[in-house]
C-alpha cells in the first residue's frame, strides 16, 4: 500500500501535522520545494478530488502577489500554476492507498487520522 505524504519542509503546519499524524515513520515523505511534483502525480490527486481548483492554495504569496484572486482561473491556469511552482500546491496532501487528504483543515486532517490509525 502506498504511503506518501507531500509537504513543504520549512511549513510549520506540515511539520506540526507530520508529528501529530506520526507520519515521519512508514510514510514516504516528498518535500516539494526540492523534489517538485510530477504532472502524473498531480493528475492522479486531481482525479480523485475532482478539480486542480480545489488543490490551488490560495494562501500562496505569489497568490496575492500576482492578484490571482482577481482573475478568473480556468482548470487549465490553475494546473500551470501547481506544476510552475510549489507554493500553489495546497498542502500537505497525504495518500493512503487510493485515497488523498489535501490541505489542512481540521476536518481533513481528523479524517486522515482515521484512516492511518485503522492501517
Request: with cysteine; proline share 2%; charged share 30%.
Amino acid at each position: 500500500m502506498i504511503k506518501k505524504v507531500y509537504y513543504l519542509s520549512t511549513c510549520s503546519t506540515c511539520k506540526r501535522i507530520l508529528k501529530e499524524l506520526n507520519l515521519e515513520s512508514g510514510f514516504e515523505l516528498q518535500n516539494v520545494k526540492e523534489n517538485p511534483i510530477l504532472e502524473s502525480e498531480l493528475e492522479e490527486i486531481k482525479a480523485f478530488e475532482g478539480t486542480y481548483e480545489s488543490l490551488l492554495n490560495r494562501r500562496s504569496v505569489l497568490y496575492r502577489e500576482r492578484k490571482l484572486k482577481e482573475q478568473n482561473l480556468s482548470e487549465e491556469d490553475c494546473k500551470a500554476l501547481i506544476l510552475e511552482h510549489y507554493s500553489f500546491l495546497k498542502r500537505p496532501i497525504i495518500q493512503v492507498g487510493d485515497q488523498y487528504f489535501v490541505g489542512n483543515s481540521k476536518k481533513t486532517v481528523e479524517s486522515a487520522k482515521v484512516i492511518i490509525s485503522s492501517l
